[in-house]
Every structure is written in structure tokens, then in C-alpha cells.
């Protein structure tokens, strides 16, 4: 249902006047309106606005979540994968990279738990081919670049993650989605030409707050 298609991630910070279940849900319309073939949203309200006013898009849901004890924060938790469940994701993506979590649940017990107990397919955002490795073997029905670049161990690296695109096209039987850094239309048909299942793309085109505050940063 998504391959060789655009995902528009629609979220905002939290303290955006854009963080909004309202806006979100307005975001996501224009996505779709605009050719977007699915949507990636955050928080269990937003997704339940999204889903009600888009009642047949692909929805990737999420929950950005912290706890000091771990620095995983996309859906830690078995907790809020329920709630992304019931607020009517069709796909929940997790932190798949091989850092600690905060409740000691593994990747493959997590997303275990999601096929079987919620019915529905996990999108594994990973950092490293390690990471994407572990997570195709626990079954990952979608695997995602979004981590590249933002974790200890790829701090060195900036997304797109072009290199780790093509070592996980090349080496495993999994759904590759180019997620992180794409910022125009040519650096997405590059993600789609190294093998990509689909592409996503979020602040290039919904993040305001940060394309104002880049804009602003040249003026006196």
C-alpha cells in the first residue's frame, strides 16, 4: 500500500502553537490533497484526529515518550504502542536501535507483542545495519533510516542516510523506507533510486518552526 510512495510526517514541537490534534489532522488533509500517500503522526490525540478525518489513509503512528532512565523515545513502551493501537494506527513505529529501553522490554519481545496482542505492522526506526539486522530478524514489517544521525553511535553522520539505505537494500529481504534528512523532491527520488520501499519526508515540508528560526538566523 506504500510502496514507491511519499509519507509526509506531520508533527510539531510541543511548544508550537502548531501542536495542535486540529492542525495536525489540517497538515496531514493538505498531504493528501497534494498527492502524500500516507501520513506519520505522533501522540495517540493527534493520531485519533487524523485517523478521523482521514479514515482510509496508511497512517504511521507513534508516541514520543522520555524517561531518564533511557534515551529511547519513539514508542518505548508496550504501553504506548497500545495506545497508538487504539487511537487507529494502521502501522506503529518503534525505537529499534539497540540502546537500552526503559523498561528492559527487548525489540523482538516489543514487537512481538504488536502482531500478536494489537494486530498491526511495526515500522522499526533504526541508526546502524546492526540495528536494521536485529530488527529484520524480530520481524519488523517495515525498517526506517529516521535514526541515522541521531544517536551516540551515528552522531558522526548526517542524515539522509544514504549509505545505510543501500547496505540494508543490499543485504536484507525487508521494506526500506528513506526517513531523516530529505529536504527536496531530488534527494527523494535519490532514496527511491538506491532501493527505497517508500520515502519520508517531515520538516522540509511541515516544519515550520524550524524553517522560520533558520530563516530569522540570518538577519540582524
Known sequence: MLESS??????????????????????????????????????????REVRSQLPDIPLIGLWKKQF?????????????AIAIAASGADIIAIDAT??????????????????????????????????????????????GTTLYGYTPSTQHCSPPGYSLLTEIVERLQVRAICEGGISSPEEAKKALDLGAYAVVVGGAI???????????????
Open 206 to 220: 511541515t516544519g515550520i518552526d524550524l524553517k522560520v528560526k533558520a530563516f530569522r538566523a540570518v538577519f540582524p
Open 98 to 143: 539497540l540502546r537500552e529501553r526503559p523498561n528492559g522490554e527487548t525489540v523482538p519481545e516489543l514487537i512481538e507483542k504488536i502482531h500478536t496482542q494489537l494486530g498491526k505492522q511495526v515500522m522499526a526506526d533504526i541508526d546502524t545495519i546492526e540495528s536494521a539486522i536485529a530488527a529484520a530478524d524480530a520481524g519488523a514489517d517495515f525498517i
Open 68 to 80: 531518564s532512565e533511557s534515551d529511547v523515545y519513539i514508542t518505548p513502551c508496550y504501553e504506548q
Open 6 to 47: 511519499l509519507i509526509v510526517s506531520c508533527q510539531a514541537p510541543v511548544d508550537s502553537p502548531l501542536h495542535d490534534a486540529k492542525i495536525i489532522a489540517a497538515m496531514a488533509k493538505a498531504a493528501v490533497m497534494q498527492g502524500a500517500t500516507g501520513v506519520r503522526i505522533d501522540t495517540p490525540e493527534h493520531v
